[in-house]
Nanobody
Framework: QVQLVESGGGLVQAGGSLRLSCAAS????????MGWFRQAPGKEREFVAA????????YYADSVKGRFTISRDNAKNTVYLQMNSLKPEDTAVYYC?????????????????WGQGTQVTVSS
């Protein structure tokens, strides 16, 4: 089974930056899509970004495009989410997820493995 552990959340002021990390273990990521999602209080879980481990294609929600960047470090089996120009509306619990399929998806139900989540709070 794949284990995912997020880190890097915290409290920042609007306009600041954070880098979230998602360390994966348990197996190699053949045919895996890595995704980032977030969930604010009282709202549905929302797609943020995804990365195709095989071909390095990336996908972003319109709300974060140009501000967030997803990347990976193969040696560390880690996926990162660099978040710049943070806004109060970015406040949420952020989750990384893994999909055991070659096809990209923005749907939470399409992902088989999830991390525990890390809180990101952006103050105005």
């Amino acid at each position: 089974q794949v284990q995912l552990v997020e880190s890097g959340g915290g409290l920042v002021q609007a306009g600041g930056s954070l880098r979230l990390s998602c360390a994966a273990s348990g197996r190699t990521f053949v045919s895996y899509i890595m995704g980032w999602f977030r969930q604010a209080p009282g709202k549905e879980r929302e797609f943020v970004a995804a990365h195709n481990w095989i071909n390095s294609n990336t996908y972003y929600a319109d709300s974060v495009k140009g501000r967030f960047t997803i990347s990976r470090d193969n040696a560390k089996n880690t996926v990162y989410l660099q978040m710049n120009s943070l806004k109060p509306e970015d406040t949420a619990v952020y989750y990384c997820a893994a999909r055991n399929n070659l096809y990209y998806s923005s749907l939470p139900a399409a992902y088989e493995y999830w991390g525990q989540g890390t809180q990101v709070t952006v103050s105005s």
